[in-house]
């Protein structure tokens, strides 16, 4: 699996949608993330890339074939393929593993500030029996039920719960939905 297709699926894995979802939801102004639209145009520079260097692998290899074939004799032309595919392939490296940080810049934004007085936090978290009340009707609404989906809804309702209480709502929607 090349590294754009690898880096493209993690995307997906952690925004819980495909990437044209994403690309429309950002298009259209949908997103609150501020972290998508960098995201985006990061890993449509890592898809071009991609196509790049497969296109210069190609390339080496047809040069490569025709020297194999005493068409040729290992000429520059191949060595210029050679250096091409070397250089395209860590500039992929490379922006794939800015897309990778992005991802974790994204995480660490999703995480409640440390500074936050515990004070505030108990006056705004909702109840258990609240929170899965809005945790059902946010399910009901998911075409599939994980946890990045599931805190992508009630964050759009004001809900800011840890990832442990998360956890727990996931895991006890899902014993309901199992039991009907």
Not at 2 to 28: D, M
Not at 30 to 46: A, E, H, K, T, W
Not at 130 to 158: H, I, K, S, T, Y
Not at 171 to 180: K, M
């Amino acid at each position: 699996m090349s590294t754009a297709i690898y880096t493209r699926r993690l995307v997906e894995h952690r925004y819980g949608r495909p990437l044209e979802e994403l690309q429309r939801g950002n298009a259209s102004g949908r997103s609150d993330d501020p972290v998508l639209p960098i995201l985006l145009q990061r890993l449509g520079g890592l898809a071009q890339t991609g196509a790049d260097a497969r296109s210069a692998r190609r390339n080496l290899d047809a040069a490569w074939q025709r020297c194999r074939s005493g068409e040729h004799v290992l000429d520059d032309l191949a060595l210029r393929y050679a250096t091409e595919v070397v250089d395209l392939e860590r500039q992929e490296q490379t922006e794939a593993e800015a897309v990778w940080d992005l991802l974790d810049v994204r995480l660490l934004l999703d995480r409640p500030s440390a500074q936050r007085p515990s004070a505030y936090r108990a006056a705004h978290a909702p109840d258990d029996e609240d929170l899965l009340a809005v945790a059902r009707e946010v399910a009901a609404g998911l075409q599939r039920l994980n946890r990045e989906a599931l805190r992508r809804g009630l964050r759009d309702r004001g809900i800011h719960i840890s990832n442990r209480r998360l956890g727990a709502v996931l895991q006890r929607l899902r014993a309901e939905s199992a039991s009907h």
